[in-house]
């Protein structure tokens, strides 16, 4: 095997590859590369450009039950234009003295968010400096004077610096960045769908910083916390790799290094009702939450052996807390900014498994998941019944991505094909 590459990552057998990349034939003297990669065929409209040894894109939405075989090669996808800026950044050497975070939108959830990171130190979340940014000047300068103001009495493990900076800043700064901003929020009364009804203004103000983002060849990760969390999170791979014309240019955001964060605080809200009946100690072990941040999302009490009525107490409290915060005249903030977001970040960039939506089976869909470079999902051993109200919910929402046009309806032209 021919390798290519001095870095951390190098490229198998691909000269071509490595040409467009400037990367020469590994000198011998060096020590194996942490990352070995070989190219794979597949469709960067629906799947990961860059995936690690144990998630297997054809696999679809069955990755959610089943591993990859085994394998010690990554792959990726080489007639993708972007994915050279993303092998290039993969070979690089994670950040050593911890993260630099962004997160653009200090209102209540991001603000939420903001304070726990910020007041998490270093050593436990393993950032060293978040980046805020947010559309009213005062808010941001009254975010910056309020999270300077956390610190520790004579701590010896520091607390992340906090800085702002204008967008085109936060990507040339950030290793990941939070998207928390929005045009505004339903009120406290308004009923039925309150985030859906979020979505083109949010779009538009997601667009913004996709244009700054792809400006500088961003290739952090991208995590969408605003609502509608799983549409915008599709938005953000369908725009910024869309032309004038709507057609695929795979310039833009690699679809597994954006994910939405919203399901933590459903089920976190799912894990209070089982608290109060009694189970919350076997939930947390062995249930699961699947689905996006909004009325469809769903619960189990255990994936292997699910009992019907308390799995459907758990996605009763998981989608209904939202309107019961709502009718004690509040908007809910707290949960969500701790649960889907504080707690949720260090843990994912730590690479342990969280809940989140990734790109699974043509979507961004919420489950269990692990980062290693992109964020995908992580399989768990579940029953047929359980995997059959995962799938149906699952095709619902590809229907739903397929009517609001967040989807290429070309198929993408394989190399050599004549166009
Ligand atoms: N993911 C979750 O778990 C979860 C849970 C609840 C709510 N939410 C969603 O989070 C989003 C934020 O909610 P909120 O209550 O914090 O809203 P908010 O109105 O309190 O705050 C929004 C902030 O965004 C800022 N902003 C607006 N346009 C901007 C721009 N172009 N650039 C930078 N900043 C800009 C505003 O100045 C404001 O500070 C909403 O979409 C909400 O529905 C998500």
């Known amino acids: 095997m021919k390798l290519f590459g001095q870095g951390r990552a190098a490229l198998a057998d691909d000269p071509a590859t490595a040409g467009r990349l400037g990367w020469s034939l590994r000198r011998r003297s060096l020590p194996e590369p942490e990352v070995i990669l070989v190219p794979r065929s597949g469709d960067p409209h629906r799947e990961p450009w860059i995936a690690p040894p144990w998630f297997d894109p054809a696999l679809g939405l069955h990755a959610l039950r089943r591993k990859a075989g085994r394998r010690r090669t990554w792959s990726y996808l080489a007639e993708v234009p972007g994915v050279l800026r993303c092998l290039a950044r993969l070979a690089e050497p994670p950040p050593e003295k911890g993260w630099c975070i962004g997160v653009a939108g200090l209102g209540r959830v991001g603000g939420v968010a903001a304070t726990l990171l910020a007041a998490t130190p270093t050593g436990a979340s393993g950032i060293r400096e978040l980046v805020i940014h947010d559309a009213d000047a005062s808010n941001q300068e009254r975010w910056l004077l309020e999270l300077g103001s956390i610190a520790r009495w004579r701590g010896r493990s520091a607390c992340p610096v906090v800085r702002s900076a204008t967008t085109r800043e936060l990507f040339l700064r950030c290793d990941a960045f939070l998207f928390a ?16 009804v979020q979505f083109d203004p949010n779009r538009s103000i997601l667009n913004d910083f996709l244009v700054e983002a792809c400006a500088v060849d961003y290739a952090g990760l991208f995590l969408i916390v605003s609502d509608p969390v799983e549409w915008l999170a599709q938005a953000a791979f369908h725009d910024s790799n869309s032309d004038s014309s709507g057609c695929f240019t795979g310039s833009g955001l690699a679809p ?37 941040h909004s009325t469809e999302v769903i619960m189990f009490d255990d994936l292997e052996n699910p009992n019907a009525v308390r799995s459907e107490r758990l996605t009763r409290a998981a989608r209904e807390c939202n309107f019961k915060v709502r009718d004690l005249g509040h908007l809910p903030y707290v949960g969500p900014g701790v649960s889907s977001v504080g707690l949720m970040v260090p843990s994912l960039l730590a690479g342990r498994e969280v809940l989140a939506s990734v790109l699974v089976g043509e979507i961004y869909f919420g489950a269990p998941a692990r980062m290693a470079w992109g964020i995908h999902p992580t399989a768990h051993r579940m029953t047929d019944g359980v995997w059959d109200t995962i799938a149906g919910l699952h095709e619902g929402l590809r229907s739903q991505a397929r009517s609001l046009e967040l989807q290429w309806t070309a198929p993408y032209p394989r190399r050599g094909a004549v166009s």
Do not use: N
């Open 256 to 292: 597994e290094r954006i994910a939405g964060l919203g399901l933590g605080v459903m089920w976190a809200r799912a894990l209070a009702a089982a608290r109060r009946d009694g189970i919350e100690a076997a939930v947390a072990r062995v249930g699961a939450a699947y689905g996006p």
């Open 181 to 196: 901003a929005t045009d505004s929020v339903p009120p406290p009364e308004a009923r039925g769908e309150v985030r859906l």
